[in-house]
């Protein structure tokens, strides 16, 4: 049967069972578009701006575990994306990205919006590829899937000029994929594993600690066994959160520079880390050569370059999250560690996290507590990045996985919109909250635009406190409060814009009127806005200062002390 390029890339999306395709036309890929009416099973969702699109096959991939899918024409169209791109590869998300290309013959010639898209974001995709022939565009396809949700997952770029998508050439979808040099490994050495359980058999004060590996791997139900039958503490990384139910027993928070106090020092505490699909990212370690001192390390992950690339390791096990617990879980004698157990409680009453209601203004602690009790804990949380995000992950309380969504490793603000939009259209049965802050929200607000087309009704919570929040707590606490460029003087009434794109606006200032205003924005049928107009200075605790240790660490109690 002969198709066109376009087509072929069509016929290949609905083999690899895509349903949902975020993007932009433009005149290097009106082609691919011009064929989408022949595939209705192809639901395309026209976003305002390509890195909308980028962060929306985001969201849509994390909570799905699915691939998720962006279009964009070339030139400005592909340069779009990058931000949504490095953030996808930074967090290990898997995404197939499809941008078109100028003509095969002006290639090199610096033809209108022409750009090397494949040289521009070679050190952020997992692979990238420039289709020359139509008749290799179904490999292509295939491979590209095959990358992207394999090993260690992640966006893989496909780049086809304008005359590929054209060209007339036999379809044929190859039924399998062979790549040269390829072989993820998914199970773990027998030999490692054995001395892995006989390190956790042996331990008096070990910890878990759970990566966003456990989640893409669905190893969830190994975890709580490996947990359970060890007795054994678990703390997750920030991406990790939702891998382990937190109203479970042996949830004791997560780390680092503003993670639980508790967590951070169970860490320095602890005689054995059980690192599973986790890299030891700095906002987790800081100074490396004061963290968890008297520990030893097993360290779990796919991807043997992030094995002893941070934190020297005791024991490296190179695999998949899944496969590996369920190597590791027969050989786990069960056993009891109350006094750890019971250790790890006294750190959590020593050192709680502030309390909502510690004062009487209102705080983005309380609001995100409000959202929480609001909603049972039974929605699906997007974050954008700073203060607001780091409040989220404290006091809004994660039991099933998939349930955050948030950019770690990139840190990119404008991501809490787009990428809400596509969790909602990836899990139409959830509610949906993108919790955002008022600078973040501005970087892409034009997706309001988007929700209220599809009538997607995400919900979204403004963190409205003026400035640029975790910038300037920094410039609070490191340069003597000389606030340079984070004080927004001339923020939008959020209100109005929301009622302008056509969506529920309504404005929360006192503690009072959360609960209220919460509950008409979820009993709203459609996309609505709360502007939360909370107090400014209202910093984030705990607070391990970059490059610093557990020994550094500003807890909340001190926060008075700190501003004086």
């Not at 050495?189 to 759970?210: D, T």
């Not at 879980?329 to 069960?334: C, D, Q």
């Not at 969790?423 to 997706?447: H, N």
Request: aromatic letters at 8%; glycine letters at 10%.
């Amino acid at each position: 049967m002969q198709l066109t390029g376009a087509q072929i890339v069509c016929e290949s999306l609905l083999q690899e069972g895509v349903d949902t395709i975020f993007g932009i036309p433009g005149g290097a890929i009106l082609p691919l578009y011009q064929t989408l009416p022949e595939y209705p099973g192809l639901k395309h969702i026209l976003v305002r701006h390509e890195q909308g699109a980028a962060h929306a096959a985001d969201g849509y991939s994390r909570v799905t575990g699915k691939p998720g899918i962006c279009w964009a024409t070339s030139g400005p169209g592909a340069t779009n994306l990058v931000t949504g791109i490095a953030t996808a590869a930074m967090d290990s998300v898997p995404m197939v990205v499809i941008t078109g290309q100028v003509k095969r013959s002006a290639i090199g010639s610096d033809a209108f919006q022409e750009t090397d898209i494949t040289g521009i974001t070679l050190h952020i995709t997992k692979h990238n590829y420039l289709v020359l022939d139509a008749a290799d565009v179904a490999t292509t396809i295939k491979e590209a899937f095959h990358l992207a949700t394999t090993g260690r997952p992640g966006p893989v770029l496909v780049d086809i000029p304008k005359d590929v998508q054209e060209e007339l050439t036999e379809f044929e979808y190859p039924s399998e994929v062979k790549i040269e040099g390829y072989n993820p490994t998914n199970e773990g050495s027998a030999v490692m594993v054995r001395r892995a359980a006989k390190l956790i058999n042996e331990a008096k004060r070990p910890v878990i600690l759970s990566g966003h590996g456990v989640i893409l791997s669905g190893a969830y139900g190994e975890l709580i066994s490996l947990a359970e039958k060890a007795q054994t503490p678990v703390i997750a990384t920030l991406l990790g959160i939702s891998s382990f139910p937190e109203d479970h027993f042996l949830y004791a928070g997560w780390p680092g520079m503003h993670g639980m106090a508790y967590s951070s020092l169970a860490i320095d505490e602890s005689d054995l880390l059980i690192a599973i699909g986790m890299r030891f990212d700095d906002r987790i370690t800081g100074d490396t050569s004061k963290f968890a001192p008297n520990a030893k390390v097993i360290h779990m992950d796919i991807d043997p370059s992030e094995i002893g690339k941070n934190i020297n390791v005791d024991v490296p096990i190179v695999g998949d999250a899944k496969h590996i617990l369920r190597q590791l879980i027969p050989l786990i004698e069960e056993t009891s560690r109350v006094d750890w157990i019971n250790r790890v409680e006294t750190l959590k009453s020593e050192h709680p996290l502030i309390g909502v209601n510690d004062t009487d203004k209102l705080i983005p602690q309380f609001v995100i507590n409000e959202l929480y009790k609001a909603t049972n804990g039974d929605a699906i949380v997007v974050t954008g990045v700073g203060q607001h995000q780091m409040w989220a992950a404290q006091y809004y309380k994660f039991n099933e996985p998939r349930t955050l969504v948030s950019s770690g490793g990139s840190g990119a603000m404008g991501f809490e919109v787009p990428a809400a939009m596509g969790a909602q259209l990836g899990r139409p049965d959830k509610t949906v909250w993108s919790i955002c802050g008022d600078g973040g929200f501005q970087m892409t607000m034009c997706e309001l635009a988007t929700l209220a087309e599809n009538k997607i009704p995400v919900k979204l919570a403004i963190i409205n406190n003026g400035v640029l929040g975790m910038v300037h707590q920094w410039q609070e606490s490191f340069y003597n409060k000389s606030y340079v460029a984070t004080e927004y003087s001339a923020n939008p009434d959020f209100v109005k814009l929301a009622e302008a794109f056509g969506l529920l606006g309504v404005r929360v200032s006192e503690k009072s009127e959360v609960a209220a205003g919460i509950a008409k924005a979820m009993d709203f049928d459609g996309p609505a806005l709360i502007d939360f107009v909370v107090e400014e200075q209202e910093n984030v605790y705990p607070f391990i200062p970059s490059g610093m240790s557990v020994a550094d660490m500003i807890e909340g109690s001190q926060r008075e002390k700190i501003r004086q």
